[in-house]
């Protein structure tokens, strides 16, 4: 099971950090996607963690604002949000997958899945 959590309001410029608590997977065999659907439009990956090797995607929106990082012993990955942008706006989800981040994450590849967490940016 994947638990995310971490969203709410913040300003144009702010910042937030997700969470995403993993448990009943082999933690170090798996790679962890975010991903973000806004009103209207389809979901999106975001970025990626290989928690085996730590390589990482990230969308070019998100390039140079977001990280993406792990606690291993927690079970949890991080995805820190800086320099918030109205079109941010959205539902993350975090999911994960057996294996690597591939080179463009794509939703349907990802089998379990978070509830969502809730992230408004407002300008």
């Known amino acids: 099971q994947l638990q995310a959590s971490g969203g709410g309001l913040v300003q144009t410029g702010g910042f937030l950090r997700l969470s995403c608590v993993v448990s009943?997977?082999?933690?170090?065999?798996?790679?962890i996607g975010w991903f973000r659907q806004a009103p209207g439009k389809e979901r999106e990956a975001v970025s990626c963690?290989?928690?085996?090797?730590?390589?990482?995607y990230f969308a070019d929106t998100v390039k140079g604002r977001f990280t993406i990082s792990s606690d291993n012993a927690m079970n949890t990955v991080y995805l820190q949000m800086n320099g918030l942008k109205p079109e941010d706006t959205a539902v993350y989800y975090c999911?994960?997958?057996?294996?690597?981040?591939?080179?463009?994450?794509?939703?349907?590849?990802?089998?379990?899945w978070g509830q969502g967490t809730q992230v408004t940016v407002s300008s």
């Open positions: 009943g997977l082999a933690f170090d065999s798996i790679a």
């Open positions: 999911a994960s997958i057996f294996g690597y981040c591939s080179p463009y994450p794509l939703a349907y590849e990802y089998n379990n």
């Open positions: 963690l290989s928690i085996y090797d730590g390589s990482t």
